[in-house]
């Protein structure tokens, strides 16, 4: 996807708004014409306001995300690795799914369900599955390595999947962030490759596939919908896995427990979705995904608050570091 993902449609003499027409909302779209002439008018609302909302949105979606890791580790504190994956999918379909029922909206076409079905095995099954099972042996702050990586991985995704070419400096300052944060992850953890890490970067592959596929249907349907369409895509495989991990694995529910799971269902595997897919249509794939160079340091702030984690030194000088390489990709045009 460009990085001009939204896009101006006519039909006759109406004219929609870019972000109405990227994100399909129905209902948002503005039309004006000159009175008497048939020539259309520009749209009513600026083009940096549908920037700023697509950066507020993705922000938003970096924010839920970066509660996951510490989610998953109270979650893991009484329940099996597959019980909590499983359950977070199933209990985030609820939502959706009543959603989904209520406003009565239609299955999507049929073209975009291949797509669908990419979102579901990257972000319903594949990242929660792999990161999960990674954090049974790595600490949360070991396993932010993985998330320092996903805006390279995600824009180099996006540029094979939809063609789009970021400029010199994108990559540039890119780069730069990731190595800052895989750097600060990596010392404070002692980044010894292991089991754990292959689990992590496989996790990392999935996951950029599913937000490639999500941004771009988040052109033709509201974010809401992809995610929502997804988790039901995958309930029948979540379902059976619930029901065969629960009798499987020892559960002794606690208030930590509990909390992390319901977390992971309604923050990160539903809201936070809905709101990363809607900013990625607005702002486009590759330059959203620049947002989540935040996400380790935020990721480590929760686990020194919720996990107790002890905060290395390097933290304010690194989070200086990562907020100059997304001012810089903010300001880069593909």
């Given at each position: 996807?460009?990085?001009?993902?939204?896009?101006?449609?006519?039909?006759?003499?109406?004219?929609?708004?870019?972000?109405?027409?990227?994100?399909?909302?129905?209902?948002?779209?503005?039309?004006?014409?000159?009175?008497?002439?048939?020539?259309?008018?520009?749209?009513?609302?600026?083009?940096?306001?549908?920037?700023?909302r697509g950066m507020l949105l993705?922000?938003?979606?970096?924010?839920?995300?970066?509660?996951?890791?510490?989610?998953?580790?109270?979650?893991?504190?009484?329940?099996?690795?597959?019980?909590?994956?499983?359950?977070?999918?199933?209990?985030?379909?609820?939502?959706?799914?009543?959603?989904?029922?209520?406003?009565?909206?239609?299955?999507?076409?049929?073209?975009?369900?291949?797509?669908?079905?990419?979102?579901?095995?990257?972000?319903?099954?594949?990242?929660?599955?792999?990161?999960?099972?990674?954090?049974?042996?790595?600490?949360?702050?070991?396993?932010?390595?993985?998330?320092?990586?996903?805006?390279?991985?995600?824009?180099?995704?996006?540029?094979?999947?939809?063609?789009?070419?970021?400029?010199?400096?994108?990559?540039?300052?890119?780069?730069?962030?990731?190595?800052?944060?895989?750097?600060?992850?990596?010392?404070?953890?002692?980044?010894?490759?292991?089991?754990?890490?292959?689990?992590?970067?496989?996790?990392?592959?999935?996951?950029?596939?599913?937000?490639?596929?999500?941004?771009?249907?988040?052109?033709?349907?509201?974010?809401?919908?992809?995610?929502?369409?997804?988790l039901v895509l995958a309930l029948?495989?979540?379902?059976?896995?619930?029901?065969?991990?629960?009798?499987?694995?020892?559960?002794?529910?606690?208030?930590?427990?509990?909390?992390?799971?319901?977390?992971?269902?309604?923050?990160?595997?539903?809201?936070?979705?809905?709101?990363?897919?809607?900013?990625?249509?607005?702002?486009?794939?590759?330059?959203?995904?620049?947002?989540?160079?935040?996400?380790?340091?935020?990721?480590?702030?929760?686990?020194?608050?919720?996990?107790?984690?002890?905060?290395?030194p390097a933290a304010p000088a690194?989070?200086?570091?990562?907020?100059?390489?997304?001012?810089?990709?903010?300001?880069?045009?593909?």
């Amino acid at each position: 996807m460009k990085d001009n993902d939204s896009a101006i449609a006519t039909a006759g003499i109406a004219v929609s708004t870019p972000d109405a027409h990227a994100a399909g909302d129905p209902g948002t779209a503005k039309t004006a014409t000159a009175k008497g002439t048939g020539t259309p008018k520009a749209a009513t609302t600026a083009p940096g306001t549908h920037v700023g909302r697509g950066m507020l949105l993705a922000a938003l979606g970096v924010a839920a995300f970066s509660l996951t890791f510490p989610a998953t580790a109270w979650g893991l504190e009484g329940m099996g690795p597959w019980t909590v994956v499983m359950l977070r999918s199933v209990l985030a379909t609820v939502p959706a799914g009543a959603a989904l029922l209520a406003l009565r909206v239609r299955p999507p076409e049929r073209r975009h369900w291949a797509g669908i079905a990419v979102v579901a095995g990257g972000v319903v099954l594949g990242f929660p599955l792999l990161t999960t099972l990674a954090l049974e042996t790595s600490t949360t702050s070991h396993a932010a390595v993985v998330v320092g990586l996903l805006p390279l991985t995600t824009a180099a995704c996006s540029a094979v999947r939809t063609g789009a070419r970021p400029s010199r400096t994108f990559w540039i300052a890119s780069l730069v962030g990731a190595v800052v944060v895989i750097g600060f992850a990596v010392q404070q953890s002692g980044g010894v490759p292991n089991r754990s890490d292959l689990l992590l970067f496989a996790a990392l592959l999935v996951c950029a596939a599913g937000y490639t596929e999500g941004g771009r249907l988040a052109r033709h349907m509201p974010g809401w919908q992809v995610i929502g369409w997804a988790l039901v895509l995958a309930l029948p495989v979540t379902v059976a896995g619930a029901a065969l991990a629960l009798s499987a694995e020892p559960l002794e529910l606690t208030a930590r427990s509990v909390a992390g799971v319901l977390w992971l269902a309604v923050g990160s595997q539903f809201l936070g979705m809905v709101a990363w897919y809607r900013g990625m249509a607005v702002i486009g794939i590759s330059r959203a995904s620049q947002l989540q160079l935040a996400q380790p340091l935020l990721t480590l702030l929760w686990s020194v608050l919720l996990l107790g984690e002890r905060l290395p030194p390097a933290a304010p000088a690194a989070a200086l570091a990562v907020l100059v390489c997304i001012a810089v990709t903010q300001r880069t045009r593909g």
